[in-house]
Protein backbone atom coordinates (compact mmCIF):
# COMPACT_ATOMS: atom_id res chain seq x y z
CA UNK A 1 0.00 0.00 0.00
CA UNK A 2 1.43 3.26 -1.46
CA UNK A 3 -0.69 5.60 0.85
CA UNK A 4 -2.46 6.90 -2.27
CA UNK A 5 -5.85 6.64 -2.24
CA UNK A 6 -7.97 7.11 -5.52
CA UNK A 7 -11.99 7.02 -5.89
CA UNK A 8 -13.52 5.60 -7.67
CA UNK A 9 -12.00 2.51 -8.72
CA UNK A 10 -14.38 2.04 -11.67
CA UNK A 11 -16.10 4.47 -13.25
CA UNK A 12 -18.42 3.47 -16.24
CA UNK A 13 -19.81 6.90 -18.76
CA UNK A 14 -21.33 7.27 -22.02
CA UNK A 15 -19.53 9.76 -24.72
CA UNK A 16 -20.55 13.72 -23.95
CA UNK A 17 -20.49 13.42 -19.95
CA UNK A 18 -18.13 14.99 -17.70
CA UNK A 19 -16.75 12.96 -14.42
CA UNK A 20 -14.57 13.73 -12.09
CA UNK A 21 -11.72 11.45 -10.63
CA UNK A 22 -10.17 12.21 -6.77
CA UNK A 23 -7.03 11.57 -5.37
CA UNK A 24 -5.64 11.87 -1.71
CA UNK A 25 -1.81 12.00 -1.38
CA UNK A 26 0.19 10.07 0.90
CA UNK A 27 0.59 11.60 4.65
CA UNK A 28 2.81 14.62 4.34
CA UNK A 29 3.28 14.76 0.42
CA UNK A 30 2.35 18.23 -0.92
CA UNK A 31 2.50 17.11 -5.04
CA UNK A 32 0.32 15.36 -6.88
CA UNK A 33 0.99 14.51 -10.33
CA UNK A 34 -1.68 12.56 -12.74
CA UNK A 35 -0.75 10.31 -15.70
CA UNK A 36 -3.04 8.52 -18.08
CA UNK A 37 -2.07 5.06 -19.10
CA UNK A 38 -3.87 3.65 -22.37
CA UNK A 39 -2.98 0.33 -24.02
CA UNK A 40 -2.02 1.89 -26.98
CA UNK A 41 -0.11 5.40 -25.45
CA UNK A 42 1.73 4.15 -22.33
CA UNK A 43 1.96 6.12 -19.18
CA UNK A 44 1.48 9.85 -20.16
CA UNK A 45 2.51 12.55 -17.63
CA UNK A 46 -0.67 14.89 -17.92
CA UNK A 47 -0.56 17.61 -15.13
CA UNK A 48 1.39 18.25 -11.75
CA UNK A 49 0.56 20.53 -8.91
CA UNK A 50 2.27 21.43 -5.71
CA UNK A 51 0.64 22.75 -2.63
CA UNK A 52 -2.48 24.00 -4.47
CA UNK A 53 -0.70 25.59 -7.40
CA UNK A 54 -0.46 24.42 -11.01
CA UNK A 55 3.24 23.45 -11.66
CA UNK A 56 3.79 21.40 -14.92
CA UNK A 57 1.68 20.30 -17.75
CA UNK A 58 2.23 17.38 -20.09
CA UNK A 59 -0.34 16.14 -22.87
CA UNK A 60 -3.27 17.14 -21.07
CA UNK A 61 -6.66 17.68 -23.58
CA UNK A 62 -8.19 21.41 -23.10
CA UNK A 63 -11.34 19.37 -22.20
CA UNK A 64 -9.78 17.89 -18.61
CA UNK A 65 -8.91 20.08 -15.72
CA UNK A 66 -7.65 19.45 -12.64
CA UNK A 67 -7.24 21.56 -9.08
CA UNK A 68 -5.25 20.88 -5.67
CA UNK A 69 -7.44 21.77 -2.91
CA UNK A 70 -6.18 23.76 0.37
CA UNK A 71 -6.10 19.72 2.46
CA UNK A 72 -3.85 18.25 -1.01
CA UNK A 73 -6.59 16.13 -2.08
CA UNK A 74 -7.08 16.68 -6.16
CA UNK A 75 -9.32 16.05 -8.55
CA UNK A 76 -9.18 15.29 -12.28
CA UNK A 77 -12.17 16.96 -14.40
CA UNK A 78 -12.72 14.88 -17.19
CA UNK A 79 -15.65 16.54 -19.81
CA UNK A 80 -17.14 16.14 -23.47
CA UNK A 81 -15.89 12.41 -23.48
CA UNK A 82 -14.95 10.55 -25.96
CA UNK A 83 -14.22 6.82 -26.58
CA UNK A 84 -10.73 7.73 -26.88
CA UNK A 85 -10.79 8.60 -23.14
CA UNK A 86 -11.09 5.14 -21.80
CA UNK A 87 -7.66 4.61 -20.20
CA UNK A 88 -6.27 4.20 -16.43
CA UNK A 89 -6.25 7.45 -14.77
CA UNK A 90 -3.46 7.28 -12.06
CA UNK A 91 -2.09 10.08 -9.53
CA UNK A 92 1.03 9.67 -7.74
CA UNK A 93 2.47 12.10 -5.10
CA UNK A 94 5.87 12.90 -3.77
CA UNK A 95 6.95 15.37 -0.97
CA UNK A 96 9.87 17.62 -2.41
CA UNK A 97 9.28 17.72 -6.22
CA UNK A 98 12.61 18.98 -7.77
CA UNK A 99 14.74 18.36 -5.17
CA UNK A 100 17.36 15.69 -5.38
CA UNK A 101 16.08 11.65 -5.07
CA UNK A 102 12.27 12.99 -5.03
CA UNK A 103 10.07 9.73 -5.82
CA UNK A 104 6.95 9.55 -6.36
CA UNK A 105 3.90 6.65 -5.06
CA UNK A 106 1.47 5.82 -7.07
CA UNK A 107 -2.08 5.52 -6.19
CA UNK A 108 -3.98 2.16 -7.52
CA UNK A 109 -5.53 4.02 -10.29
CA UNK A 110 -9.44 4.75 -11.67
CA UNK A 111 -10.05 2.67 -14.31
CA UNK A 112 -12.57 4.95 -16.99
CA UNK A 113 -14.66 3.13 -19.81
CA UNK A 114 -16.34 5.79 -21.96
CA UNK A 115 -19.38 3.45 -24.12
CA UNK B 1 13.60 14.33 -27.90
CA UNK B 2 12.45 13.39 -24.30
CA UNK B 3 12.24 9.76 -24.98
CA UNK B 4 13.24 6.98 -22.73
CA UNK B 5 12.48 3.58 -24.63
CA UNK B 6 12.26 -0.19 -23.65
CA UNK B 7 11.69 -3.27 -25.37
CA UNK B 8 8.36 -4.00 -24.90
CA UNK B 9 8.02 -8.16 -24.18
CA UNK B 10 10.47 -10.48 -22.17
CA UNK B 11 10.10 -13.56 -21.34
CA UNK B 12 12.45 -15.88 -19.04
CA UNK B 13 12.60 -19.30 -17.08
CA UNK B 14 11.77 -19.56 -13.22
CA UNK B 15 15.29 -19.22 -11.57
CA UNK B 16 17.39 -17.55 -14.65
CA UNK B 17 18.07 -14.27 -14.38
CA UNK B 18 16.11 -11.27 -16.21
CA UNK B 19 17.72 -7.78 -17.59
CA UNK B 20 15.60 -5.43 -18.78
CA UNK B 21 16.96 -2.58 -20.49
CA UNK B 22 16.32 1.26 -20.85
CA UNK B 23 17.48 4.57 -22.99
CA UNK B 24 16.98 7.77 -22.46
CA UNK B 25 18.35 11.32 -23.35
CA UNK B 26 18.12 13.73 -20.76
CA UNK B 27 22.23 14.68 -20.75
CA UNK B 28 22.22 16.63 -17.17
CA UNK B 29 22.22 15.53 -13.92
CA UNK B 30 19.63 12.73 -13.49
CA UNK B 31 17.71 10.60 -11.49
CA UNK B 32 16.56 7.33 -12.80
CA UNK B 33 13.80 5.31 -11.61
CA UNK B 34 12.41 1.44 -12.10
CA UNK B 35 9.09 0.56 -11.26
CA UNK B 36 7.16 -2.48 -11.21
CA UNK B 37 3.46 -2.78 -12.39
CA UNK B 38 1.20 -5.63 -11.28
CA UNK B 39 -1.39 -6.64 -13.29
CA UNK B 40 -4.60 -4.24 -12.30
CA UNK B 41 -2.42 -2.33 -9.76
CA UNK B 42 -0.73 1.19 -9.70
CA UNK B 43 3.32 1.50 -10.09
CA UNK B 44 5.44 0.54 -7.31
CA UNK B 45 8.55 1.77 -7.05
CA UNK B 46 11.58 -0.77 -7.05
CA UNK B 47 15.12 1.46 -6.90
CA UNK B 48 16.67 4.17 -8.47
CA UNK B 49 20.43 5.61 -9.26
CA UNK B 50 21.33 9.19 -9.70
CA UNK B 51 23.50 10.10 -13.28
CA UNK B 52 26.78 9.82 -11.26
CA UNK B 53 26.44 6.14 -10.01
CA UNK B 54 27.52 3.49 -12.06
CA UNK B 55 25.75 0.07 -9.84
CA UNK B 56 23.35 0.09 -7.35
CA UNK B 57 22.15 -3.27 -5.87
CA UNK B 58 19.31 -3.69 -3.32
CA UNK B 59 18.73 -7.75 -3.08
CA UNK B 60 18.16 -9.69 -5.66
CA UNK B 61 17.80 -6.46 -7.74
CA UNK B 62 20.78 -5.07 -10.15
CA UNK B 63 20.93 -1.37 -11.46
CA UNK B 64 23.31 -0.71 -13.86
CA UNK B 65 23.97 3.05 -15.58
CA UNK B 66 26.43 3.57 -18.69
CA UNK B 67 26.10 7.17 -18.38
CA UNK B 68 27.91 7.45 -22.00
CA UNK B 69 25.58 5.48 -24.27
CA UNK B 70 22.84 6.96 -21.43
CA UNK B 71 21.76 3.14 -20.87
CA UNK B 72 20.16 1.77 -18.03
CA UNK B 73 19.32 -2.19 -17.01
CA UNK B 74 17.69 -3.81 -14.21
CA UNK B 75 18.94 -7.05 -13.70
CA UNK B 76 16.72 -9.66 -11.64
CA UNK B 77 18.56 -12.46 -10.07
CA UNK B 78 17.03 -15.79 -9.68
CA UNK B 79 13.69 -14.76 -11.50
CA UNK B 80 10.14 -16.04 -9.45
CA UNK B 81 6.91 -16.26 -10.88
CA UNK B 82 5.70 -13.44 -8.41
CA UNK B 83 7.94 -11.13 -10.89
CA UNK B 84 5.82 -11.28 -13.93
CA UNK B 85 4.79 -7.57 -14.50
CA UNK B 86 5.66 -4.45 -16.42
CA UNK B 87 8.69 -2.62 -15.59
CA UNK B 88 8.63 1.14 -15.96
CA UNK B 89 12.12 2.98 -16.07
CA UNK B 90 10.92 6.91 -15.88
CA UNK B 91 13.56 9.92 -15.44
CA UNK B 92 13.60 12.75 -13.34
CA UNK B 93 16.04 15.84 -14.18
CA UNK B 94 17.09 16.96 -11.02
CA UNK B 95 15.37 20.44 -10.28
CA UNK B 96 12.61 19.92 -12.15
CA UNK B 97 9.18 18.36 -11.51
CA UNK B 98 8.92 16.44 -14.58
CA UNK B 99 9.21 13.01 -15.07
CA UNK B 100 9.43 10.90 -18.07
CA UNK B 101 8.58 7.27 -18.23
CA UNK B 102 9.31 4.70 -20.68
CA UNK B 103 6.82 2.74 -22.26
CA UNK B 104 6.78 -0.49 -20.11
CA UNK B 105 8.28 -3.87 -20.56
CA UNK B 106 6.41 -6.69 -19.94
CA UNK B 107 8.33 -9.70 -18.18
CA UNK B 108 6.95 -13.24 -18.20
CA UNK B 109 8.41 -15.64 -15.90
CA UNK B 110 7.70 -19.43 -17.06
CA UNK B 111 7.91 -22.22 -14.66
Known sequence: DSGVTQTPKHLITATGQRVTLRCSPRSGDLSVYWYQQSLDQGLQFLIQ???GEERAKGNILERFSAQ???D????????????????????????????????QYFGPGTRLTVL | ?????????????????????CTYTDSSSTYLYWYKQEPGAGLQLLTYIFSNMDMKQDQ????LLNKKDKHLSLRIAD????????????ENTSG??????????????LA
Open chain 1, 49 to 51: YYN
Open chain 1, 68 to 70: QFP
Open chain 1, 72 to 103: LHSELNLSSLELGDSALYFCASSLHPGSDADT
Open chain 2, 1 to 21: GEDVEQSLFLSVREGDSSVIN
Open chain 2, 60 to 63: RLTV
Open chain 2, 79 to 90: TQTGDSAIYFCA
Open chain 2, 96 to 109: TYKYIFGTGTRLKV
